[in-house]
């Protein structure tokens, strides 16, 4: 089956610092990659959605100069914190796709802890 | 816009209990809807899907259905056991860029 390589799967950085999330389709071309952020006892939230090639679609209220999203080939996506805070403690998920209504496959999540 | 509402929790059972947790949906369309569920530690898992009106989705003794008259996809299982003790979220999926759209979960606890 299709899987999602999502790393890393913890990472514990001080506040002003960036950190990378990588999401990687393994065995499928993902033109489309989702990041959701789960916020504790709380469902997922949409952040952006991201199409090979071109610019992230943020949703309304996520920073893009904060969140930077690459999606540069159909099998990567990196999610960049910048300049993270404590407040950016969270749960960070990805999700991949073959393209609309294709099925939707998860990562196994990043938990961030901002120091 | 497009929602999912399902019942809050924590919701405690006992090992053979029956399990209902539900879920409605507010969306423009027809959009598909899923359950999923996230075990302590882990990731999302789809653990069933329905794709259309009268469709029942079924996986692991768990099922489904979509009810378009009462916009509903409730989860049920006759006997829970205590390996199903974790998160479950119902969502849907529709939307230009078909991203999913999640309910806010039910913590599910399931005692020997």
């Known amino acids: 089956g299709a899987v999602v390589s999502q790393h890393p799967s913890r990472v514990i950085c001080k506040s002003g610092t960036s950190v990378k999330i990588e999401c990687r389709s393994l065995d499928f071309q993902a033109t489309t990659m989702f990041w959701y952020r789960q916020f504790p006892k709380q469902s997922l939230m949409l952040m952006a959605t991201s199409n090979e090639g071109s610019k992230a679609t943020y949703e309304q209220g996520v920073e893009k100069d904060k969140f930077l999203i690459n999606h540069a080939s159909l099998t990567l996506s990196t999610l960049t914190v910048t300049s993270a805070h404590p407040e950016d403690s969270s749960f960070y998920i990805c999700?991949?796709?073959?393209?609309?209504?294709?099925?939707?496959?998860f990562g196994n999540g990043t938990r961030l802890t901002v120091t | 816009g497009d929602s999912v509402t399902q019942m809050e929790g924590p919701v405690t059972l006992s090992e053979e209990a029956f399990l209902t947790i539900n879920c409605t949906y507010t969306?423009?369309?027809?959009?598909?809807l899923f359950w999923y569920v996230q075990y302590p530690g882990e990731g999302l898992q789809l653990l069933l899907k329905?794709?259309?009106?009268?469709d029942k989705g079924s996986n692991k003794g768990f099922e489904a259905t979509y009810r378009k008259e009462t916009t509903s996809f409730h989860l049920e299982k006759g006997s829970v056991q205590v390996s199903d003790s974790a998160v479950y979220f119902c969502?849907?999926?529709?939307?230009?860029?078909?991203?999913?759209?999640f309910g806010k979960g039910t913590k599910l606890s399931v005692k020997p």
């Open positions: 999700s991949a796709s073959r393209g609309q209504g294709r099925p939707l496959h």
């Open positions: 969306a423009t369309g027809y959009p598909s």
């Open positions: 329905a794709t259309k009106a009268d």
């Open positions: 969502a849907l999926r529709g939307g230009s860029q078909g991203n999913l759209i």
